[in-house]
């Protein structure tokens, strides 16, 4: 069914690549007038009918700019993410505070950028708008190893997201989370590079590991989280809020 954002303006952010990318080209597809966003501008060339905007989710100024000249929109997803590898015990002051500024601060920059431009807008002509913040099954839903600072962000990202529901449940915003499992993705295959370098194991068992953890024995597909995501935005899940929604391959169970 082609045609489900028909009229919406959508926001998303780290488009460049992964599940950015896919649900910036989902969003297209089903007639979404769509703002793909990424730090690197050239990563958003071939996404085709997006309008192509460099912007830095931890910069506010650049923020509240780009929400200054975008002006009200209907959907905003959140997708802009830094997967820190190591315990406690691998995690300095550093890499924490970078974790949750880029997981999770990001998002708090984007909400408040848009949101009130949203509300504006509703209380004149009824409009609504549908958040889509990206979490992980890591730490949100489950503990895995060596996710310390990663799965802390992602738990962040669940309260924030039913913060923000629950807030403005009666003006038309809605706010929904969606939990990947592992997603084939540049963005995993730097990180498969990094743990076989530091670990003296070859490519291919990294990768069969993360693998191996997934229950339905493959890795997921960015395609079938932009699926997800098209259902969210649209208002097909108009009775939706506040909600996770695992797209896990089983991880959790």
Request: aromatic fraction near 6%; charge should be positive; hydrophobic fraction near 45%.
């Amino acid at each position: 069914m082609a045609g489900r954002l028909k009229g919406k303006v959508a926001v998303v952010t780290a488009a460049g690549a992964g599940i950015g990318r896919a649900i910036a080209e989902a969003f297209v597809a089903e007639g979404a007038v769509v703002y793909a966003t990424d730090l690197n501008r050239d990563a958003l060339e071939g996404i085709a009918k997006a309008k192509k905007i460099k912007l830095d989710v931890l910069n506010d100024k650049a923020v509240a700019k780009f929400a200054e000249k975008v002006g009200t929109i209907d959907i905003l997803v959140n997708a802009a993410g830094f997967v820190h590898h190591g315990s406690i015990l691998e995690c300095d002051d550093k890499a924490w505070d970078f974790s949750f500024d880029l997981n999770v601060k990001s998002m708090h920059r984007m909400c408040k950028a848009f949101v009130p431009g949203v509300l504006a807008k509703g209380a004149e002509k009824k409009t609504s708008c549908s958040i889509v913040n990206i979490a992980s099954g890591a730490g949100s839903v489950r503990g895995i190893p060596n996710r310390y600072a990663y799965g802390a962000t992602k738990a962040a990202v669940i309260g924030l997201t039913k913060a923000i529901a629950a807030d403005f449940i009666k003006q038309g915003i809605r706010a929904n989370a969606i939990c990947p499992g592992t997603i084939q993705s540049p963005s995993l295959d730097q990180r498969i590079a990094d743990q076989a370098k530091a670990s003296g194991q070859t490519l291919a068992a990294v990768r069969q590991a993360f693998i191996d953890r997934q229950p339905m024995g493959r890795l997921g597909r960015a395609e079938e989280i932009a699926m997800l995501a098209v259902y969210l935005a649209s208002d097909e899940s108009s009775y939706t809020t506040g909600q996770i929604h695992l797209a896990d391959g089983g991880f959790a169970l």
